[in-house]
């Protein structure tokens, strides 16, 4: 069995893949996730599995990959397993990355171009990623990754707000911003962080579909927050879930035996 393991800044998604779903991106025998803060579940999560490969995206620092390689060891006993460690390159898995330096890419963007590629090939995509970070980066139909955007997300967004000045309280971004004009603060702090995120989500697909003036461009959401932003989208999008995974099992099916 193959583990897929997408390790971010706030969770850590995993997934199990067998003979029976090796070819075929997001459908998997077991999922699961645990906080970012709490990863000793793991060992017990993974026990019940006969894992022999292990493909993992990291992008919560060295301390979070030495956790996951202990999680490994302990996994293992003395029958090694195989573990490779994610990361963007020039092209993968249908993708052409054009970053100026490929291997600065995130692992876990090029992991989600990868993965909505896969799902929706010959086609001009938008993924946005809202999550700790708002990633949001445009592939085309050929598959060329063409580059992207980072902004804070959602909470960091309101978060600023209420560490850098005086008087805003930090709200709880579970709020629906019904209008766009709030009549009282914490209100306005969820209608403007909503709208700074789906403004820059929008102006992103123009901005591609500009660049494609024949074709339709079609928008993928994903990440925590990705809930609450779609709704304030004046666009149609695609919400789809674990598209770090997603991209990671096509790899595998690209690179790596998978069972």
């Keep these: 069995m193959l583990l897929l393991v997408d390790a971010g800044n706030t969770r850590i998604k ?3 893949v067998d003979s029976a779903h090796a070819q075929t991106p997001g459908t998997w025998h077991a999922s699961g996730s645990v906080a970012r803060i709490d990863v ?8 019940d599995f006969k894992i022999d490969r292990i493909l993992l995206s990291n992008v919560a620092g060295a301390a979070m990959r030495d956790e996951l390689e202990k999680i490994v060891v302990r996994l293992t006993g003395i029958k090694p397993i195989a573990m490779e460690w994610f990361a963007s390159v020039a092209a ?22 990868i993965g909505a590629h896969a799902l929706f090939p010959d086609r001009h995509l938008v993924v946005a990623t809202c999550g700790t970070a708002t990633t949001i980066d445009a ?3 050929e598959g060329v990754f063409v580059g992207g955007m980072i902004l804070p997300g959602l909470g960091l967004m309101a978060s600023s707000l209420a ?13 629906n911003a019904a209008q766009p004009f709030a009549d009282h603060t914490d209100a306005a702090i969820v209608s403007g962080c909503l709208a700074a995120q789906a403004g820059a989500i929008e102006r992103a697909v123009v901005a591609h579909a500009n660049a494609h ?11 925590g927050a990705a809930d609450l932003i779609a709704p304030q989208l004046s666009i149609a999008c695609q ?3 674990n598209l770090v995974l997603i991209g ?3 790899v595998a099916i690209h690179t790596l035996p998978t069972c």
């Excluded at 993708?95 to 876990?108: F, K, M, T, V």
């Excluded at 003036?213 to 990440?223: F, K, Q, R, S, T």
């Design 139 to 141: 592939v085309n139909a």
């Design 92 to 113: 993968l898995a249908g993708i052409r990355n054009q970053y100026l330096n490929p291997a600065q890419l995130g692992s876990d963007r090029f992991a989600a171009v």
């Design 163 to 175: 560490k850098n000045t005086a008087q805003l309280p930090e709200v709880a971004l579970h709020a």
């Design 40 to 47: 000793a579940p793991l060992v017990q999560a993974w026990r």
């Design 248 to 250: 990671l099992h096509t």
């Design 239 to 241: 919400r789809i879930d």
């Design 213 to 223: 003036p024949n074709d339709e461009v079609c928008c993928i959401l994903a990440g």
């Design 14 to 16: 995993w997934a199990v």
